[in-house]
């Protein structure tokens, strides 16, 4: 499914970010290409240095001097961007005539990221989801029916993930669909859980697999429905999959544990852990960390998770909370190439997991820190949820 990516740049990308963004195995053991990922680091430092007037300025500030980056302790060490100012400034790496997307992170009020995308980068993107999901066996040929617990579509909107979850329904061709955050006309959306828990035992009586996308929370609203009004069981089509994603942000009091995530879908669903996925991602961050069958989020080949301070920002040991921070040289179009999200979360070595198919470090997210100016679209979403309550 995987396409050439368009050559329009600003210049040529270096052949070192080519190459490494290039690598076919999603997982490789980090000592593996070590070294290409300092030198793709050190020029896509540079390319940002050159082509972003604020990034110029942020590197002299911060003495971010890209042949002083020799090691991965270098790599680290050099200052990241915070996530919440791409929510304030439109920064770019590119001419205006290069962007092929312009995504945004949030939902239809509050704060919004403003991402840009070349077709170097989105193509990379695309590339690394669909390497990771061939690796946990989500690609089929199979025609399936897709619920999307995310915000329905409609012409102008730019909202990043459900940019995504379109793009998770291309690994398996669509039969129907149904998005459970329904379009009600003038850009706003309702949660719609009865017409979710129908369309399930609609496709519950069919023969075609079932995939359910979207954010956590509104599949664990779905089951409580369900349960609430005391509606049997499923056994949705062999071959049907979770994949969730998101968080459960300003419904954190209402999260139960993955495990029991895990437990409700299999008992109310019918889909085992073999066929539910975990992920994790952002606008600001389009790597994807896709979950092994433990429900870890592995650190995929073309990255580097590390947790930072709180005070410091300094990057701290594994097993130490902090702040969630990634450096990847995968993206021409924005100088986000190293990254601080709103996240607190935790990392844990290579070789921790029982999972035989990852030999990479994972993380854990323990929630978002911040106030409510930290908002993403899990929590317009969740806003949704609060304006159904009643009806749960």
Same mark, same amino acid.
């Given at each position: +499914?995987?396409?050439?990516?368009?050559?329009?740049?600003?210049?040529?990308?270096?052949?070192?970010?080519?190459?490494?963004?290039?690598?076919?195995?999603? !997982?490789?053991?980090?000592?593996?290409?070590?070294?290409?990922?300092?030198?793709? +680091?050190?020029? /896509? *430092?540079?390319?940002?240095?050159?082509?972003?007037?604020?990034?110029?300025? #942020? %590197?002299?500030?911060?003495?971010?001097?890209?042949?002083?980056?020799?090691? @991965?302790?270098?790599?680290?060490?050099?200052?990241?961007? &915070?996530?919440?100012?791409?929510?304030?400034?439109?920064?770019?790496?590119?001419?205006?005539?290069?962007?092929?997307?312009?995504?945004?992170?949030?939902?239809?009020?509050?704060?919004?990221?403003?991402?840009?995308?070349?077709?170097?980068?989105?193509?990379?993107?695309?590339? +690394?989801?669909?390497?990771?999901?061939?690796?946990?066996? !989500?690609?089929?040929?199979? *025609?399936?029916?897709?619920?999307?617990?995310?915000?329905?579509?409609?012409?102008?909107?730019?909202?990043?993930?459900?940019?995504?979850?379109?793009?998770? @329904?291309?690994?398996?061709?669509?039969?129907?669909?149904? $998005?459970?955050?329904?379009?009600?006309?003038?850009?706003?959306?309702?949660?719609?859980?009865?017409?979710?828990?129908?369309?399930? =035992?609609?496709?519950?009586?069919?023969?075609?697999?079932?995939?359910?996308?979207? #954010?956590? %929370?509104?599949?664990?609203?779905?089951? =409580?429905?369900?349960?609430?009004?005391?509606?049997?069981?499923?056994?949705?089509?062999?071959?049907?999959?979770?994949?969730?994603?998101?968080? $459960?942000?300003?419904?954190?009091?209402?999260?139960?544990?993955?495990?029991?995530?895990?437990?409700?879908?299999?008992?109310?669903?019918?889909?085992?852990?073999?066929?539910?996925?975990?992920?994790?991602?952002?606008?600001?961050?389009?790597?994807? !960390?896709?979950?092994?069958?433990?429900?870890?989020?592995?650190?995929?080949? $073309?990255?580097?998770?590390?947790?930072?301070?709180?005070?410091?920002?300094?990057?701290?040991?594994?097993?130490?909370?902090?702040? /969630?921070?990634?450096?990847?040289?995968?993206?021409?179009?924005?100088?986000? &190439?190293?990254?601080?999200?709103?996240? /607190?979360?935790?990392? &844990?070595?290579?070789?921790?997991?029982?999972?035989?198919?990852?030999?990479?470090?994972? #993380?854990?997210?323990?929630?978002?820190?911040?106030?409510?100016?930290?908002?993403?679209?899990?929590?317009?979403?969740?806003?949704?949820?609060?304006?159904?309550?009643?009806? /749960?």
């Amino acid at each position: +499914m995987l396409s050439e990516p368009d050559k329009v740049h600003a210049g040529n990308v270096p052949a070192s970010v080519e190459t490494f963004c290039a690598l076919p195995d999603p !997982y490789l053991p980090e000592a593996q290409h070590e070294a290409l990922f300092i030198e793709a +680091m050190r020029d /896509l *430092t540079a390319w940002h240095i050159e082509r972003s007037p604020w990034y110029a300025q #942020f %590197a002299r500030l911060n003495h971010i001097a890209p042949q002083r980056l020799q090691s @991965m302790a270098d790599i680290m060490a050099m200052p990241a961007v &915070h996530a919440n100012f791409f929510k304030a400034h439109e920064i770019r790496s590119i001419p205006e005539s290069a962007v092929i997307a312009h995504l945004t992170s949030s939902g239809t009020t509050g704060q919004k990221s403003q991402m840009f995308f070349d077709a170097f980068t989105l193509h990379n993107a695309r590339a +690394m989801v669909e390497r990771c999901l061939q690796h946990r066996g !989500y690609a089929s040929e199979r *025609t399936a029916n897709y619920l999307v617990n995310g915000y329905e579509p409609y012409e102008g909107l730019k909202i990043g993930t459900s940019n995504t979850f379109h793009y998770l @329904m291309s690994h398996a061709p669509v039969g129907q669909q149904f $998005w459970s955050l329904r379009h009600v006309g003038d850009g706003r959306h309702e949660f719609d859980p009865f017409g979710a828990v129908q369309t399930l =035992e609609a496709w519950a009586r069919s023969d075609t697999p079932v995939r359910i996308i979207g #954010f956590p %929370a509104f599949l664990y609203f779905i089951l =409580e429905r369900m349960r609430h009004t005391r509606r049997p069981s499923l056994a949705l089509p062999p071959s049907s999959w979770v994949i969730f994603g998101g968080g $459960w942000k300003s419904h954190a009091d209402k999260a139960i544990a993955r495990s029991e995530m895990v437990a409700r879908i299999g008992e109310q669903l019918g889909i085992g852990p073999d066929h539910i996925i975990e992920t994790f991602g952002s606008v600001e961050h389009s790597v994807p !960390y896709v979950g092994c069958t433990h429900q870890h989020l592995h650190q995929p080949t $073309w990255s580097r998770v590390l947790i930072r301070d709180v005070k410091t920002l300094q990057p701290v040991a594994d097993g130490t909370p902090g702040f /969630l921070s990634f450096v990847s040289p995968y993206i021409t179009s924005v100088p986000a &190439h190293s990254v601080i999200l709103g996240d /607190l979360a935790v990392r &844990h070595p290579a070789g921790s997991c029982n999972c035989p198919a990852h030999a990479t470090p994972w #993380f854990e997210v323990l929630g978002r820190a911040g106030v409510s100016a930290n908002r993403s679209c899990a929590v317009a979403a969740a806003q949704l949820l609060q304006g159904n309550a009643s009806a /749960l």
